[in-house]
């Protein structure tokens, strides 16, 4: 019996070590990097009471997981929010039902915005604890800076794509602004084109066998757990952490630095402020 308890439990030990080192990579989702050519608010409680601007993402299935998602978002310099929110909502618009809210977990100055050194170029990311959205549906990433106080902060979200829209283009509701409803940007009277806005996705995808192989771990743990008893062990969820860089301006980089590793790629687009629009800004 003692042979046959030791030998269930290396079959299963040794099948989770294999299901769990093969069942998932970090790959890119969805990057669509900052073109530098305009930007739409999105803020709460700084000089302007309240503005959203939201883009929109279609998930394909069930077996992907959300591991992060990055924004490029243009603050007042010095003078910079402190505190970031991303919402991500489900529906054929942004006034879909709230699916998660997360905190910014690591927020990077990059330096001046198109040479304006009042106005300065933060990547912001939110780690999403791998959650799994339901497949085949519609969603909307909606970051948003939180005021310091002051009451003369301010936050825009970047365009990205120069023009060429994935999906939907962006959408912008504000009472301040005068539109109360989620209204496409090319309507809103922020913009006066349709364009995406600026994220990375970074996702989580099963590896070819690894799913078999975690069906099968999962098999012999339970055979296991029938002779010997049950087996567990309690899980500490991991902790949110926070981080503020103090960074010199970089211009080599995208403002949503994707992660290293397997589906990571460097961009050699640089910023032109010869595009960004001329006229006023909200």
């Known amino acids: 019996m003692q042979f046959a308890r030791r030998k269930h439990a290396s079959v299963a030990a040794v099948l989770f070590a294999l299901a769990l080192t093969a069942q998932v990579r970090a790959d890119i989702f969805l990057n669509q990097p900052h073109d530098f050519v305009d930007r739409s608010p999105s803020e709460v409680g700084t000089s302007t009471p309240e503005a959203m601007t939201a883009d929109d993402f279609n998930w394909p299935g069930s077996k992907t997981?959300?591991?992060?998602?990055?924004?490029?978002?243009?603050?007042?310099?010095?003078?910079?929010?402190?505190?970031?929110?991303?919402?991500?909502?489900?529906?054929?618009?942004?006034?879909?039902p709230l699916f998660k809210t997360s905190a910014d977990s690591q927020v990077t100055d990059l330096g001046a915005w198109n040479g304006n050194p009042e106005l300065h170029l933060y990547s912001v990311r939110f780690d999403m604890a791998k959650i799994f959205l339901p497949p085949q549906q519609r969603y909307w990433v909606v970051p948003y800076a939180i005021g310091n106080g002051s009451g003369t902060d301010r936050a825009w979200w970047g365009t990205a794509g120069n023009g060429q829209v994935n999906g939907s283009e962006g959408y912008f509701r504000s009472d301040h602004f005068g539109v109360p409803q989620w209204t496409p940007i090319s309507q809103s009277g922020i913009l006066n084109f349709p364009t995406d806005f600026a994220m990375t996705i970074e996702a989580t995808i099963p590896?070819?066998?690894?799913?078999?192989?975690?069906?099968?771990?999962?098999?012999c743990a339970k055979r296991r757990r029938r002779v010997s008893g049950a087996l567990g062990a309690d899980s500490v969820p991991g902790s949110e952490f926070r981080v503020h860089q103090n960074q010199e301006p970089r211009t080599d980089t995208l403002p949503c630095p994707l992660p290293e590793g397997e589906g990571a790629k460097e961009s050699t687009l640089t910023p032109a402020s010869s595009r960004a629009s001329s006229r006023p800004v909200p």
């Open 65 to 96: 997981g959300i591991r992060s998602i990055t924004v490029a978002l243009i603050v007042t310099f010095p003078n910079a929010p402190t505190e970031f929110r991303l919402e991500i909502r489900q529906g054929a618009t942004p006034d879909g």
């Open 207 to 219: 590896a070819p066998g690894a799913l078999p192989l975690l069906a099968a771990g999962l098999v």
